[in-house]
C-alpha cells in the first residue's frame, strides 16, 4: 500500500471468532482462545496484512487478541506489543453470561445495551466512557510514537467502536452506528494538521466465514 506523505495509518482490527462469540455470550474480560474458525480467520487476516506491512503490531492482552496479533505480526515480520488500555471492556457479572439470560433477568438494563449502551451503569463493570478515554490515549500515544509509519492494534468490539467514534469526533450514542465483524479490519489515517481520517471500516473481503453480531 502506497502511503501518503506525512501520515500515520493505523489498522484496526478485531480479533479472530472465539466459542464466547458463537455462544452469544457477553465475553468482557473472560479469556477465550480463538476457535477454529478463529484461527482459519487469522490466517487469513494475517496473508491480507503482508500487503501493509505492519512495523508493529499492538493488542489486547486477551488470548483471542495476542493470537490473532501473533499470526498478523509473523506474516509481517512485525513486532507484537502487549497493551492493557486495548484490553476489553470489563463487564463484571455479565462475563460470561449468555445475551439471552441478561435479556430475561435484567429488562432495563438490557434495553439500555441495545439503545444507548453509554448510559449503561453495571455495578463492577466499566462505562464505555471509560473505555473510550483509556483507548484513545493509547492510540494518540501510539501515533505520536510512530510518525509517518503503519502500525495494527488488534483489540475488541467494545473498544473499536469507542475509539473510533473519539477519533473521527462522533458524538453519542455512536455504540450501534458502527459495526465491526471478527476478524475484520479498518484504517484510520492521522495527519499532524488535520487528525484522523477513517479510510475503511470493517473489511471482511478475506474472511471465508464470520459471525456478524447485532446484539
Known amino acids: 500500500m502506497k502511503e501518503q506523505k506525512g501520515h500515520t495509518t493505523i489498522i484496526l482490527i478485531r480479533h479472530g471468532e472465539c466459542a464466547g462469540n458463537r455462544e452469544g455470550l457477553f465475553r468482557g474480560r473472560r479469556d477465550f482462545p ?97 473505555v473510550q478515554r483509556r483507548a484513545f490515549s493509547n492510540l494518540e500515544h501510539l501515533v505520536h510514537l510512530h510518525k509517518e509509519d503503519t502500525i495494527a492494534v488488534v483489540t475488541h468490539r467494545a473498544v473499536l467502536k469507542p475509539l473510533l467514534a473519539a477519533a473521527l469526533g462522533i458524538a453519542e450514542p455512536y455504540f450501534w452506528r458502527i459495526h465491526t465483524d471478527t476478524a475484520s479490519y479498518s484504517i484510520l489515517t492521522h495527519d499532524p494538521q488535520r487528525g484522523y481520517c477513517c479510510t475503511l471500516l470493517n473489511q471482511t473481503r478475506h474472511l471465508a466465514e464470520y459471525i456478524s453480531e447485532w446484539v
Not at 53 to 60: H, I, L, Q
Not at 88 to 97: D, Q, S, T, Y
Open 34 to 130: 480463538l476457535n477454529e474458525t478463529g484461527q482459519a480467520q487469522a490466517k487469513a487476516l494475517a496473508r491480507e496484512m503482508m500487503s501493509f506491512a505492519p512495523k508493529y503490531v499492538y493488542t489486547s492482552p486477551l488470548s483471542r487478541a495476542t493470537e490473532t496479533a501473533e499470526a498478523v505480526a509473523h506474516s509481517c515480520g512485525a513486532l507484537v506489543d502487549v497493551r492493557e488500555g486495548f484490553n476489553n471492556m470489563a463487564l463484571g457479572p455479565w462475563e460470561g453470561a449468555p445475551k439471552e439470560t441478561i435479556r430475561e433477568n435484567f429488562p432495563v438494563e438490557w434495553e439500555l445495551w441495545l439503545t444507548n449502551p453509554e448510559r449503561l451503569r453495571i455495578t463492577g463493570a466499566e462505562r464505555l466512557a471509560d
